[in-house]
């Protein structure tokens, strides 16, 4: 059976799946946000003018686990007496970083969002039809959307050169 097609080509299966990142779960608290870490390397404003941060959140660490410790029970209850007592003193002593980095990506979202959907579209529509003019137009709009990321990353970066 030489030029015949039949159980030996293998049939092409989409499968549409998410994968999402693991969320971290270091410096953030219940809710996501993370600590202000950086604040451990700077002077409270107390009345001393020496205290650091970094001795308020130890202290207050030490304050809470004196308060909540128990000789008795299992591993995990400790372990959630111990998170509880630096995650509330970290947000109590520390807070939260407000800093938000502003990307290329986001600034031009608005532009570049509806040309990759059109591009996904594009793209599905060639892989349930398998037609050649499917394929061209979905390379078309690939062009299109590259063409436009990188215009759009590089006047990005040549403003934030700029100043």
């Known amino acids: ?20 990142r693991k969320p971290s779960s270091r410096r ?3 809710k ?7 604040r451990l390397r700077t002077v409270s404003g107390g009345m001393k003018g020496k205290d650091t941060v970094r001795d308020k959140y130890a ?11 128990c000789e008795t029970g299992t591993v995990e209850e400790k372990w959630e007496v111990i998170k509880s007592a630096l995650c509330v003193a970290a947000t109590s002593t520390l807070g939260t ?11 031009n979202a608005g532009m570049l969002m509806p040309m990759l959907e059109k591009r996904k ?7 349930d ?3 050649e003019k499917e394929q061209k ?21 040549l403003r934030k050169a700029r100043g």
Not at 32 to 38: L, M, N
Not at 59 to 69: I, P
Not at 137 to 157: C, D, G, I, P, Q
Request: proline share 1%; with cysteine; net charge positive.
């Open 59 to 69: 202290g207050e660490v030490s304050k809470r686990l004196k308060e909540a410790w």
């Open 28 to 30: 953030q608290d219940e």
């Open 121 to 127: 579209e594009a793209y599905l529509k060639w892989l």
């Open 32 to 38: 996501g946000r993370k600590f202000d870490v950086a």
């Open 137 to 157: 137009k979905f390379a078309e709009l690939r062009r299109k959307v590259r063409r436009a990321v990188r215009v759009a990353k590089n006047s990005w970066f």
């Open 129 to 131: 039809t398998g037609n």
């Open 97 to 107: 970083s407000s800093q938000k980095k502003v990307d290329w990506f986001e600034e």
């Open 1 to 20: 059976m030489h030029g015949c097609y039949g159980d030996e080509r293998s049939p092409v299966y989409r499968l549409k799946m998410k994968i999402g």
